[in-house]
């Protein structure tokens, strides 16, 4: 397939088509509104020590939003020391600490959160909270694996061709991102969320930071705020996906990276194009098609909807871990630690073990 076919086969056409046929179904969709809480212990031990080890923890979202409240965020170090590091502007709370050579490194992090399910009306719009120019200009900017010039620019530009309005633009972004790209079951992760070189390949296979990096990416470059929310499922969907839930109290591998956009009617606004393809791919009893009516419903749904059975952690990239010696990480939704001997693979269980646990703790009515 040639480049020019490529930007071309998300059928740019049917942009109004879809919208219809997407509002209809997503008017359907209902929500649990009420707010649940959960209490999720992240515990991280470097098995191989050298020298001064350091370990990061990324806290739970560190500002209020109407889908996450964080209660506390709470972290015991017996044998270092650690503290939080904030930086507002991305919600970012890191859990930074330190071990001396010949210390245990072990950090216990625990997050106390309330959630509720988030659902945006397109069919009124409503006094949405106004974001300062500063604030939507940070949400624009390019970044290491973000850029929104080059074939990123010409990609935005030819998805949104005749795209009169900015919810019209962001969901034709949304729907070419569901119909061009999949979900690859071998990326390592939750991938890597490097956009040009997806475009550049046509490779647009991967995971959740793959794809909802491609839609914050294509969005920017459209000149529409948008941002990556990293986080991780905390319980079992109540929708009726399988896939789009945590199997039980142990979610150690199940980091999830969705997105959102800032439309001016309706303030940021949840999308989430890669958990339409997990969908079709994981959904029992797998490899579903694009017309299968349990894809639809999700692909409805997942422009301008989020179930909130999942805690946000930040909206940053390119992070500098406090006190390391490392480059910065893309994105910070794993635990990371290093030694004298450098940064460690948080994936490798023979280096770096951690457990991640979530329980609901809502209060029940007695």
């Not at 216990?108 to 659902?119: F, G, L």
């Not at 896939?243 to 309706?266: F, I």
């Not at 997942?302 to 390119?318: I, V």
């Amino acid at each position: 397939m040639n480049r020019r076919d490529f930007l071309q086969s998300g059928g740019i056409a049917s942009v109004s088509l879809a919208f219809t046929k997407a509002e209809r179904l997503f008017s359907q969709v209902t929500t649990l509104d009420r707010w649940r809480t959960f209490q999720v212990t992240t515990r991280v031990e470097v098995l191989k020590t050298s020298g001064t080890t350091r370990i990061w923890v990324p806290a739970a979202l560190i500002s209020e939003t109407p889908f996450q409240k964080t209660l506390t965020n709470t972290f015991n170090c017996e044998d270092g020391t650690a503290k939080m590091v904030e930086s507002k502007t991305d919600a970012l709370g890191i859990i930074a600490a330190e071990f001396p050579a010949g210390a245990r490194p072990i950090l216990t992090v625990t997050s106390q959160i309330a959630t509720k399910d988030c659902a945006v009306d397109f069919t009124a719009r409503a006094a949405a909270p106004k974001e300062t120019r500063a604030e939507l200009e940070h949400f624009l900017r390019s970044t290491k694996l973000l850029p929104t010039d080059g074939i990123v620019k010409a990609t935005a530009s030819e998805i949104t061709k005749g795209a009169n309005t900015d919810v019209e633009k962001a969901r034709a972004i949304y729907e070419w991102i569901v119909d061009n790209t999949f979900r690859n079951p071998k990326t390592q992760g939750c991938g890597v969320g490097d956009i040009r070189f997806m475009l550049e390949s046509g490779d647009l296979g991967g995971k959740c930071a793959d794809l909802n990096a491609l839609y914050v990416g294509l969005a920017r470059a459209a000149g529409l705020p948008a941002r990556d929310v990293y986080g991780i499922r905390v319980a079992k969907s109540e929708m009726g996906y399988k896939s789009l839930g945590a199997s039980s109290e142990n979610v150690t591998k199940a980091q999830h990276c969705r997105a959102e956009v800032y439309l001016g009617d309706y303030g940021w606004v949840p999308v989430d194009p890669a958990d339409v393809r997990k969908v079709v791919l994981e959904e029992p009893p797998g490899n579903r098609r694009l017309e299968d009516d349990m894809v639809k419903k999700a692909r409805a749904r997942l422009f301008g909807s989020w179930e909130m059975n999942w805690m946000a952690y930040n909206f940053a990239h390119d992070v500098a871990l406090p006190g390391s010696n490392g480059a910065p990480v893309s994105f910070f939704m794993y635990p990371q630690a290093e030694t004298s001997d450098g940064r460690l693979d948080s994936l490798d269980p023979d280096n770096f073990k951690y457990e991640i646990t979530s329980r609901e703790i809502t209060p029940t009515n007695g």
